[in-house]
């Protein structure tokens, strides 16, 4: 199975930052690779799929890129409602192995 | 609007069956592949099962191999999870999720839509 590694497990940020989250496969996936976000009590909502297509309807202000074993979830400025768990997810092969999340906090 | 509600948790013993139920709307459901995903508390998402849209095709987490069993009846677009001989560490919310294609191994799928999920706990 693929193994995914988050980095860093929580992040403290202020409104208007710029945020970058990393997320490494333990063998490589090409660009299938697809970023969830999360709120408390709330259920996962995809913001990309393979690896830099934004899902429709999300903010422009959230971009992904990479390939092959390494990848990251850009936030280009931070607004309030961007404070969320953050998990990546491999759809290269079956178990669709998700990360194991990045909580966004408020700093 | 899509929609997914799940159904069917609650507290269970250990060693004991649960029957989880999730009910489509808004899409043709047996053009989809679907999945479980499950959250324990506090802790990630886990990838659970998954069914093709004609139930060809399912696949299982090995921590549930041979004790849940996924199913789905696209005349009533529903999609269910029997989960048998349950264990504390299957403790979690579960989640019923829509693929985006018709099969469970594409490469590149992800999952567009998810319920809101159904609470199991195992406890004696």
């Known amino acids: 199975d693929i193994q995914m590694t988050q980095s860093p497990s929580s992040l403290s940020a202020s409104v208007g930052d710029r945020v970058t989250i990393t997320c490494r496969a333990s063998?490589?996936?090409?660009?299938?690779l697809n970023w969830y976000q999360q709120k408390p009590g709330k259920a996962p909502k995809l913001l990309i799929y393979?690896?830099?297509s934004l899902q429709s309807g999300v903010p422009s202000r959230f971009s992904g890129s990479g390939s092959g074993t390494d990848f990251t979830l850009t936030i280009s400025s931070l607004q309030p409602e961007d404070f969320a768990t953050y998990y990546c997810?491999?759809?290269?092969?079956?178990?669709?192995?998700f990360g194991q999340g990045t909580k966004l906090e408020i700093k | 609007e899509v929609q997914l509600v799940e159904s069917g948790g609650g507290l269970v013993q250990p060693g004991r069956s649960l029957r989880l139920s999730c009910a489509a709307s808004?899409?043709?459901?047996?053009?989809?592949?679907m999945h479980w995903v499950r959250q324990a508390p506090g802790k990630g998402l886990e990838w659970v099962s998954g069914?093709?849209?004609?139930?060809?095709?399912?696949g299982y987490a090995d921590s549930v191999k041979g004790r849940f069993t996924i199913s789905r009846d696209n005349a009533k677009n529903s999609l269910y999870l029997q989960m048998n001989s349950l264990r504390a560490e299957d403790t979690a919310l579960y989640y019923c999720?829509?693929?985006?294609?018709?099969?469970?191994?594409?490469?590149?799928?992800?999952?567009?839509?998810w319920g809101q999920g159904t609470l199991v706990t195992v406890s004696s």
């Open positions: 063998q490589s996936i090409s660009s299938y």
């Open positions: 999720a829509k693929d985006i294609g018709f099969r469970i191994a594409a490469a590149g799928t992800f999952f567009d839509y």
């Open positions: 069914i093709s849209w004609n139930s060809g095709s399912i």
């Open positions: 808004g899409f043709t459901f047996d053009d989809y592949a």
């Open positions: 393979a690896a830099s």
């Open positions: 997810q491999q759809s290269y092969s079956t178990p669709q192995s």
